[in-house]
């Protein structure tokens, strides 16, 4: 078992920046491919980022491609989500998700945090 917990989210201005930040533990977190989620309101829940165990590439969804930036601290068993110039359609309930040794462009995460809130006002 994975365990995550989410942190960091809160109320931003749009054009602003906010960094969230999800902690893992139960495993060897450098084994892992870890991604992150949202879920505005009233939508389903759709892809963020990726990042990949072995060597740290990404990926990231073009809604937020050059504005969000994913990294992982694997001595620190974290991983981030830096967000800038931030836009109110941006409000979302962020979930951390990991998969053991998974290819980072796939979509399937076994484990998920619980969210953290992240609010743009306009």
């Known amino acids: 078992q994975v365990q995550l917990v989410e942190s960091g989210g809160g109320l931003v201005q749009a054009g602003g920046s906010l960094s969230v930040s999800c902690a893992a533990s139960?495993?060897?977190?450098?084994?892992?491919?870890m991604a992150w989620f949202r879920r505005a309101p009233g939508k389903e829940r759709e892809f963020v980022a990726a990042i990949s165990w072995s060597d740290s590439r990404t990926t990231y969804a073009e809604s937020v491609k050059d504005r969000f930036t994913i990294s992982r601290d694997n001595a620190k068993n974290t991983v981030y989500l830096q967000m800038n110039t931030l836009k109110p359609e941006d409000t979302a309930v962020y979930y951390c998700a990991a998969r053991y040794r998974y290819n980072f462009m796939g979509r399937d995460y076994r484990y998920w945090g619980q969210g953290t809130q992240v609010t743009v006002s306009s």
């Open positions: 139960g495993r060897t977190f450098s084994d892992y491919t």
